[in-house]
C-alpha cells in the first residue's frame, strides 16, 4: 500500500522567511496530491492541492511542487507570518481509485514574530 | 465546501462500554471515511464507508471493534466498542468531492476512563 514520509517534524522560522516542508510517496498510481493545515484543536484544513497532471501549483503565498520521476512533493509558503504556525500534514491518494488518503506524519511549523 | 456536522464533539467515556458518533452532510457523497487521530500523531484511516455496502477496514481495525453504519448517502455513524484507554483519541468523518477534495467533521474528542 501507500507510504508517505514527510519531513522535516518540526520547523521553526523567523517572521517573513519561507518555510518548505517535502514528502514523498511510494505508489505511482497515486495521482492526487493534498497539503492540509491543522490548528491546535480544530480540524485539518485544505489549503492547497496538486494532481499528477501539472507540476506546480500556486495560491498567494503557498504553492506547491510535484515531481512524479522522483515521487516527491513540497509545501512552500512564502512571507510566513505567526498565523501561519500550525502543524501541517501532506497526503497522497490514488484519485478514481480507492480515493483513500494516507497521510504524511505532520510537520509543526512554528512562526517566530 | 460540505459542511459535515460531527456529534458529539467530545465524551468521556467508561472502560467496556460503546460510543457512537454520528457525521452528517449537507450533501449527497458516495464515500465517507472514518480516521482516528491519536493525541499528537497524524491521521489512520479506519475505514472507508459505501451507502448499500460493508465498509471496507483498513489494517488494523475490524468491524467487531468499530462498526460503521451507511443508511443513506448523507450520513454515517461510528462505534467504538467495548473501548479501553488506548482508544481515547479524535474520531473525524471526512466527505471527498472528486476534483475538489477531501473534507473534514470537527471531530469527537474521546477520552476512556
Known amino acids: 500500500g501507500e507510504n508517505v514520509e514527510q519531513h522535516p517534524s518540526t520547523l521553526s522560522v523567523q517572521e517573513g522567511d519561507s518555510a518548505v516542508i517535502k514528502c514523498t510517496y511510494s505508489?505511482?498510481?497515486?495521482?492526487?496530491f493534498p497539503w492540509y493545515k491543522q490548528e491546535l484543536g480544530k480540524r485539518p484544513q485544505l489549503i492547497i492541492d496538486?494532481?499528477?497532471?501539472?507540476g506546480e501549483k500556486k495560491d498567494q503565498r503557498i504553492a506547491v511542487t510535484l515531481n512524479k520521476t522522483a515521487k516527491h512533493f513540497s509545501l512552500h509558503i512564502t512571507e510566513t507570518q505567526p498565523e501561519d504556525s500550525a502543524v501541517y500534514f501532506c497526503?497522497?491518494?490514488?484519485?478514481?481509485?480507492?480515493?483513500?488518503?494516507?497521510f504524511g506524519k505532520g510537520t509543526k511549523l512554528t512562526v517566530n514574530p | 465546501s460540505a459542511v459535515i456536522s460531527q456529534k458529539p464533539s467530545r465524551d468521556i467515556c467508561q472502560r467496556g462500554t460503546s460510543l457512537t458518533i454520528q457525521c452528517q452532510v449537507d450533501?449527497?457523497?458516495?464515500?465517507m471515511f472514518w480516521y482516528r487521530q491519536q493525541p499528537g500523531q497524524s491521521l489512520t484511516l479506519i475505514a472507508t464507508a459505501n451507502q448499500g455496502s460493508e465498509a471496507t477496514y483498513e489494517s488494523g481495525f475490524v468491524i467487531d471493534k468499530f462498526p460503521i453504519s451507511r443508511p443513506n448517502l448523507t450520513f454515517s455513524t461510528l462505534t467504538v466498542s467495548n473501548m479501553s484507554p488506548e482508544d481515547s483519541s479524535i474520531y473525524l468523518c471526512?466527505?471527498?468531492?472528486?476534483?475538489?477534495?477531501?473534507?473534514f467533521g470537527q471531530g469527537t474528542r474521546l477520552t476512556v476512563v
Open positions: 497526503a497522497a491518494s490514488f484519485e478514481g481509485g480507492s480515493e483513500k488518503l494516507v
Open positions: 450533501s449527497q457523497v458516495t464515500m
Open positions: 496538486i494532481r499528477s497532471n501539472v
Open positions: 505508489d505511482s498510481a497515486s495521482n492526487y
Open positions: 471526512s466527505v471527498e468531492y472528486s476534483g475538489i477534495g477531501a473534507f
